[in-house]
Every structure is written in structure tokens, then in C-alpha cells.
């Protein structure tokens, strides 16, 4: 591990562990606690905003798969910012923002209870956090603890200890707030990284125009099983329509990638957004309606350099791939499989 790695680390964690403190001393209250007073600055909220909505599969996740259907991804980032920023803040966020002070609500579970005047939606609803909120955060953990052990060559186990207690130590003692500070931190260095990502493909590709020309150019190398559902080269919209009834299989599946691509990823993720409850606490963590208006432009702006710049780049490195690694084999013969032994470790033998 080299030096500048090490004081990388070192200098992340001290400024972790300084805004830490940081909540820790401006929390004296439950509200301090739990929405941070109500008076966080708009910037602060919306980076948290958006350090939060994008996770590990959002960036190397749905840039793979924007890697295999192109830049149609590109329409979810347009409704990541139009309905995960701007309806969210503007129309639902401040409604959210104002029900929850006159209520005096500090969780979700807490907001919607006293909103309907039920025991029973509280404890539902606490429950359903309770449960399912786990089960995601496992997976953000995993794929923190599996980065941390690659790039610092240490067991997995013991990564995924060190992510957790880093987690713990500034969250536990500050509240909301020593998160909204450190999402703020990682949102702004996530900002950095997917800026000199955008800058170094293009250049790499030799610049916008000649990166996008290229892209289109491969569209006679799309896979077979690609363009029999209907994708027509990574900077094409799928084929859109409909088999009528009676047709065959071929007819039928040709439109599949077009109702995947609109239906499942555009629409399901781009509007699903509105009910993530980690998000939705965020807006009572504001002091006014300005303010949710004020993160209207931090927000989007982070979204688009998050979403935009790793779809973009996922259909991109077609271009990159193609261009700079070369896969060379044989074909030895199409019907021989190969018997790794009762070890599943021994010289590979064709199967009689």
C-alpha cells in the first residue's frame, strides 16, 4: 500500500471524525437528533439528498447495465432530477416540510402516524423500516466492505468491520446531523470523481463528437440476443410497438427491450424514488420552503454529474473496450465440455 493511499485514508477519517464532533456539539435536542433542527443550510441537505438517493447500484449498477442498452438510460436521469428533485423538493418537500413542524414529527413512521391519527399505521410502518431498511443496508455494506478489501488487499470480514464501526462512530453520537455533514463530504468528493471520469472518457475517446460518432458506428456489433428484442444501437432509443395478437415468437419479443428499458428502469426507478423514507426525512430537516427551493439547483446538479456522467460512460465504454482490449481464443469445438475434476481444481479434461 502506498504512501499516498495511506494519507488519503488518514486525511478522509480525520475529517470524518472532525464533522462527527462537529453534530456531536451542535446536538441538544431530540429535533437536533433526528432533523437536525430544522434548520440545515439547502446545500448541505440536498448533497445528503443526493449522497443518499445514489448508491453503489446506481453508479456501477445501472452503468453496467446502460453499458449493455445504451445511452436510453439517459432518460432515468431525467427523471431522477424532474421527480427525485424538482416535484420532490418543491411540490411534495414542502408540503412534507410543513406537516411535519406543525405535527412536531421526527421519523417517517412518527410523520404519518400522526398525520392519520393511528397507533397501528406507526407501528406498521416502524416495522417495514425495520425490517426491509436492513436488507438494503447490507447490500450498501457489502459493496463498501468489498472495495475496501480489494483495494487494500485485507479479508473481507474484517473490512466489513471497519466500514461498520466508521458508520457507527459518526452516527450513533451526532444524529442526523453528523450524517448530513458526512454525506455532504462524500457527495462532494463523489462530485470530483464522476467530473474527472466525464473529462478523462471523452478526451480518452478523443472528444465528444468523435466519442458519440463512434458509439453510433457500432451498432452493426449490438449482440444478436440484443437486437432480437429490440435494441437498435447504444445511442438509439429500443424499437417501441407491440406484437399483434397470433404473432410469432420472434415478432413477439422484439419490443421486449423498449418496455424493460421505459416501463421497468425509466418509470419504475425514476418515480420510486418518492418513497424512500430516508429521503422524505430529509425535507423536515429545512427551515422554509426558499430553502427547499434553494437545493432545487445543488440537487439537480449533483444528480445529473452522479446518474448522467455514469450512464453516459457505461454506453461509452463500448467504445473504450472495443478500441483497447482484444479477446483472443480458439474455438476448439462448440460440443465439448470440460471436467474440472472432483476437486474443481484439477487440469480441465473434455467429457467423454
Known sequence: MDFLTISTVVLYLMVVVWLAYKGYKGTRSAADYLVAGRNTHPAIMALSYGATFISTSAIVGFGGVA????????????????????????????????????????????????????????????????????????????????????????PIQVSLLIFALVVV??????????????????????????????????????????????????????????????????TSMPKFGWAPAGADVAAAHQYDLWWIVVSTIVMGVGIGVLAQPQLIVRFMTVKSQQDLNRAVVSGGVFIYLMVGVAFTVGALSNVYFFKHERIVGKIVSEQVLMDPGASGNDPLKPVP
Open 169 to 234: 462512530a459518526y452516527v450513533i453520537p451526532s444524529g442526523i446531523k453528523g450524517v448530513l455533514f458526512t454525506d455532504a463530504l462524500q457527495g462532494a468528493i463523489m462530485a470530483v470523481g464522476m467530473i474527472f471520469l466525464f473529462v478523462w472518457t471523452y478526451w480518452n475517446l478523443g472528444g465528444i463528437i468523435s466519442a458519440h460518432t463512434q458509439l453510433t458506428e457500432m451498432k452493426t456489433l449490438v449482440p444478436a440476443s440484443l437486437q432480437a428484442i429490440g435494441h437498435q444501437g447504444w
Open 67 to 154: 453499458a449493455n442498452f445504451g445511452m436510453s438510460l439517459l432518460w432515468l436521469s431525467f427523471l431522477n432530477i424532474f421527480v427525485g428533485i424538482f416535484l420532490a423538493f418543491v411540490v411534495f418537500g414542502g408540503r412534507t416540510r410543513r406537516m411535519g413542524h406543525h405535527l412536531g414529527a421526527h421519523t417517517f413512521p412518527e410523520f404519518i402516524a400522526k398525520r392519520y391519527n393511528s397507533r397501528f399505521i406507526h407501528v406498521f410502518a416502524a416495522l417495514i423500516i425495520f425490517i426491509f431498511m436492513p436488507l438494503y443496508a447490507m447490500a450498501v455494506l457489502r459493496g463498501g466492505a468489498e472495495f475496501i478489501a480489494t483495494t487494500f488487499d485485507i
